[in-house]
């Protein structure tokens, strides 16, 4: 899992997500839900390394987790977990939604 910390980076995954779908997955750092998230995105992304995930951690970079809402049109939630493929999201779910089975039926 890669960091993100620029809007840059997300314009460059969303660019990237046109060729190869790419996971996201909006992160609290103090939350104990999205603790429980972030260890299932952990867990998915050690299982299909071929398919990018990223992460941005909410209260160091809102801006960006604000940047994502706006560009992928998705209201802002924490935890929650967002695929892009061909330039858009295509899936997202939140909470207690974000499970290894969600990760992996939503990259099927």
């Not at 809402?69 to 997202?92: D, F, K, M, Y």
Request: neutral net charge; hydrophobic residues 35%.
């Amino acid at each position: 899992m890669h960091i993100l910390r620029s809007k840059q980076e997300v314009s460059k995954i969303i660019e990237d997500s046109k060729t190869t779908p790419v996971f996201l997955l909006k992160h609290s750092l103090t939350c104990p839900v999205s603790s429980a998230a972030h260890s299932s995105f952990g867990d998915f992304s050690k299982n299909n390394p071929g398919i990018p995930c990223y992460v941005v951690h909410i209260q160091e970079n809102r801006d960006i987790s604000n940047h994502i809402a706006e560009v992928t049109g998705i209201r802002h939630a924490s935890p929650q977990a967002i695929l892009l493929s061909g330039g858009t999201a295509v899936w997202n779910e939140s909470h207690y939604g974000i499970t290894g089975d969600s990760l992996k039926q939503a990259s099927s």
